[in-house]
Nanobody
Framework: QVQVLESGGGLVQAGDSLRLACAAFEGTFSGHLIGWFRQAPGKDREFVGVLAGRTPAYADSVKGRFTISANNAKDTVYLWMNSLQPEDTAVYYC?????????????????????WGQGTQVTVSS
């Protein structure tokens, strides 16, 4: 079964941009729905956005600043983050919903996904 691996986190300054990558290994993302979440210290995991087929959707908190795209040839989904602010500081997670998975009903909730990466830290300094 496919596994999920995030990369691309780091320390940036406010206003900078960063690109996170979510790669499939030991399988393929074909037929999967890919979501991005983040979790700041002391806070619940928060929905960032989702790519369903070719259609992305975003949380209001990142709309207009973040973009999700896919490179199918590389089996990788990207989260492009622009105009980063200190409040964007969090561990960012990529999650995948397998075609055969039936749990959850809301794309914005963690229970909708059955595969998770280990997370990548994004820190934005002011």
């Amino acid at each position: 079964q496919v596994q999920v691996l995030e990369s691309g986190g780091g320390l940036v300054q406010a206003g900078d941009s960063l690109r996170l990558a979510c790669a499939a290994f030991e399988g393929t993302f074909s037929g999967h729905l890919i979501g991005w979440f983040r979790q700041a210290p002391g806070k619940d995991r928060e929905f960032v956005g989702v790519l369903a087929g070719r259609t992305p959707a975003y949380a209001d908190s990142v709309k207009g600043r973040f973009t999700i795209s896919a490179n199918n040839a590389k089996d990788t989904v990207y989260l492009w983050m622009n105009s980063l602010q200190p409040e964007d500081t969090a561990v960012y997670y990529c999650a995948a919903r397998s075609p055969t998975y039936t749990g959850g009903t809301d794309v914005a909730r963690a229970t909708y996904y059955d595969k998770w990466g280990q997370g990548t830290q994004v820190t934005v300094s002011s």
